[in-house]
């Protein structure tokens, strides 16, 4: 099924497009007047892709693959690495600050590995032997030392050394949680099934459970890329989830709205925008066959780009912006490849 969203007028439409093509002319490099650049170029990727985050993605069978820079379209692939890891693993990380250089995978019965070298070698974790898979892995930006990751049944560890020790925290719920934020080395935000919210405010001593509109399954949380360690993050989050929820908030996770979108399917993935000064924030969201972009708090929602099968994985922060689909990857080429002025 098609998402279905809250129609605008024409003016308003163009407008909120006008505007987004400013924004990507500027964060992207698109807006050379010559070659394709700009325009979203498609080649064949391994099948068992499942997720990806910047240059690492993984395997249905848990394999890691990692990105590799091509002279010609679509201009980048996943290699796999040596698949000598010992585990299934299904949740990622990888740095945007430049002061951070481990990668993280996570997954099955308390899989933690991590990769010091871009992904070529990886090593295990040591901490508390737990049964529980995990499912995703942050670090918090201005602090890259300190770091959670959540699971099944509840569970959520604390690293403050990197990721080489963990230690497990209560998170007052036994359900499982699919995804978290960690603005800082005091807040953070967990996500999951049933329209579970945790939020800590003390590092992760205390979890106390936020009341949300919704008892949707919630898969994905985002407040925003960190590109400067030195920058506080901001207030502005979004959760999206099953059934077409979306949530946003303007006080760090304190208190959740519902996007009152009219979107009917279920939603894999948000990532917040980098904002630009004077500007709004924007969300990708990700969905079916589609990657939506979303003026946060408005109604109004436009089709990034549509691709030609359902959207595994997306992402727009690396040096190109791509999207990952069964089997094919799809690679809008940053500036670089663009043979006209940015």
Known sequence: MRPTARRTSMTTRWSLAATLA????????????AGNCGLWESGPQDPRI??????????????????????????LEFVEVADDLGAALSGIFVPTSPSATRWFAVGRSGAIRWSEDLGETWQASVGEPAAEDFHAVRFACPRPRFGMLVGDSGAILRTQDEGTSWERLDSGTTRPLRDLAVLDDQVAVAVGDGGTLV?????????????LATT?????IDFGPCL?????????????GDAGTVLFTRDRGATWDTAELRL?????????????LGTPDYARLVLGTSVLTWEVGTSELVTHHRFSGEVLAYDAFGAEEYAI??????????PEHCLGPI
């Open 50 to 75: 499942r997720l990806a985050r910047g240059p690492l993605a993984v395997g249905s069978d848990g394999a890691l693959f990692v990105q590799r820079t091509l002279p010609a379209s679509p201009h």
């Open 264 to 276: 009917e399917d279920d939603l894999r993935q948000v990532q917040l925008l980098d904002r630009y």
């Open 216 to 220: 949707a399954d919630l898969t994905s």
């Open 228 to 240: 400067d360690p030195d920058a506080t993050r901001g207030s502005t989050g979004v959760i999206v």
């Open 325 to 334: 689909a069964e089997g094919e990857l799809s690679v809008r080429p940053g």
């Open 199 to 211: 939020r800590s405010i003390d590092g992760g001593a205390v979890w106390e459970p936020v009341l």
């Open 22 to 33: 400013v924004l990507s002319a500027l964060g992207s490099g698109v807006g050379c007047d």
